[in-house]
């Protein structure tokens, strides 16, 4: 049980640096897909979904 405790932050760090890799990886790939005229859709779209999250 202590050997978790111990390993248990270093896991949670992992865990959200492989969601950050995920988002990231899946933007390119829509980005690499996406017609240039629905690039900026795109874009746009991603800074309204900050603004959401920042006021939060």
Known sequence: MQELAVTGPNAMLAFF?????????????????????HRPEIIRALA??????KKR
């Open 17 to 37: 640096a492989l969601l950050v890799f995920m988002f990231l990886a899946a933007l390119v790939i829509a980005l690499r897909n996406a017609e240039p005229g």
């Open 48 to 53: 309204e979904l900050m603004a959401f999250w």
